[in-house]
């Protein structure tokens, strides 16, 4: 079955870009929506943005300004960027397929943002 | 502040049921489906009920969803100890700034 793997640095220096990749296997990348979305320790389910397999994106309009999110479909994988982190954006980082319903979720991954 | 409002526990004892609520306004609940997530201690969320009351293949019919106006609730019945955990709802935004948003989410606790 379809499953999808966050990986990246768990450790990020304050005002650098923090920088995710999800590697979706046991499928193919196309004709979905590909997510993002995080929780902060303790904390909620933030979304954060969504890929279409084609390139088309959506961001959350707080997060807006810093977020990118790009697709390989020829390594069926989709990333993740955020610049100017602060200790805010500290949190479990998942990955996801679906928009409107997320369907699947990666197992998330933990990134700090710390000197 | 979460755009949507749910209650932040609830609580039942094994065999009960319960039921968790979902609060929006015209512009996410109101005008769009709305999903549920489970998410038990110390794992990924995983996908309970989408368009208001469908279940993923897998799911038990415990699990129920409904919708009326701009509020959803989740319905779980026979509670067991395994379904201790957060509980979520989802829906897309359609106003200005238009976007995925989540409840809060609400601990339940199978006493």
């Given at each position: 079955?379809?499953?999808?793997?966050?990986?990246?640095?768990?450790?990020?220096?304050?005002?650098?870009?923090?920088?995710?990749?999800?590697?979706?296997?046991?499928?193919?990348?196309?004709?979905?929506?590909?997510s993002w979305?995080?929780?902060?320790?303790?904390?909620?389910?933030?979304?954060?943005?969504?890929?279409?397999?084609?390139?088309?994106?959506?961001?959350?309009?707080?997060?807006?300004?810093?977020?990118?999110?790009?697709?390989?479909?020829?390594?069926?994988?989709?990333?993740?960027?955020?610049?100017?982190?602060?200790?805010?954006?500290?949190?479990?980082?998942?990955?996801?397929?679906?928009?409107?319903?997320?369907?699947?979720?990666?197992?998330?991954?933990?990134?700090?943002?710390?000197? | 502040?979460?755009?949507?409002?749910?209650?932040?526990?609830?609580?039942?004892?094994?065999?009960?049921?319960?039921?968790?609520?979902?609060?929006?306004?015209?512009?996410?609940?109101?005008?769009?489906?709305?999903?549920?997530?489970?998410?038990?201690?110390?794992?990924?969320?995983?996908?309970?009920?989408?368009?208001?009351?469908?279940?993923?293949?897998g799911i038990?019919?415990?699990?129920?969803?409904?919708?009326?106006?701009?509020?959803?609730?989740?319905?779980?019945?026979g509670l067991?100890?395994?379904?201790?955990?957060?509980?979520?709802?989802?829906?897309?935004?359609?106003?200005?700034?238009?976007?995925?948003?989540?409840?809060?989410?609400?601990?339940?606790?199978?006493?």
């Amino acid at each position: 079955q379809v499953q999808l793997q966050e990986s990246g640095p768990g450790l990020v220096k304050p005002s650098e870009t923090l920088s995710l990749t999800c590697t979706v296997s046991g499928g193919s990348i196309s004709s979905y929506y590909w997510s993002w979305i995080r929780q902060p320790p303790g904390k909620g389910l933030e979304w954060i943005g969504y890929i279409y397999y084609s390139g088309s994106t959506n961001y959350n309009p707080s997060l807006k300004s810093r977020v990118t999110i790009s697709v390989d479909t020829s390594k069926n994988q989709f990333s993740l960027k955020l610049s100017s982190v602060t200790a805010a954006d500290t949190a479990v980082y998942y990955c996801a397929r679906g928009m409107m319903t997320i369907q699947l979720w990666g197992q998330g991954t933990l990134v700090t943002v710390s000197s | 502040q979460s755009v949507l409002t749910q209650p932040p526990s609830v609580s039942a004892a094994p065999g009960q049921k319960v039921t968790i609520s979902c609060s929006g306004s015209s512009s996410n609940i109101g005008n769009n489906y709305v999903s549920w997530y489970q998410q038990l201690p110390g794992t990924a969320p995983k996908l309970l009920i989408y368009e208001n009351n469908k279940r993923p293949s897998g799911i038990p019919d415990r699990f129920s969803g409904s919708k009326s106006g701009t509020s959803a609730t989740l319905g779980i019945t026979g509670l067991q100890t395994g379904d201790e955990a957060d509980y979520y709802c989802g829906t897309w935004d359609s106003s200005l700034s238009e976007n995925v948003v989540f409840g809060g989410g609400t601990k339940l606790t199978v006493l």
